[in-house]
């Protein structure tokens, strides 16, 4: 999903998989990647379990004008 909260914008990606470990792993590649790329424009991107505990929900939220 994609929306404007206030003056950010919050992209969300959702799965119904098996969902995260209890302590999610450090990342690869992708991940830090992402986080580097967000920080750099003052925004950031956690990813936590699902709804339910099920699958994993990633969200990235950046500012924009």
């Known amino acids: 999903t994609a929306a404007r909260k206030g003056g950010c914008a919050v992209i969300a990606v959702e799965d119904d998989g098996v969902g995260m470990p209890q302590a999610p792993p450090a990342g690869g590649f992708g991940t ?5 790329l967000a920080r750099q424009i003052g925004g950031a991107m956690r990813c936590e379990a699902g709804a339910g505990g099920s699958g994993t929900r990633c969200v990235l939220e950046f500012p924009v004008g």
């Open 32 to 36: 830090h990647l992402v986080q580097m």
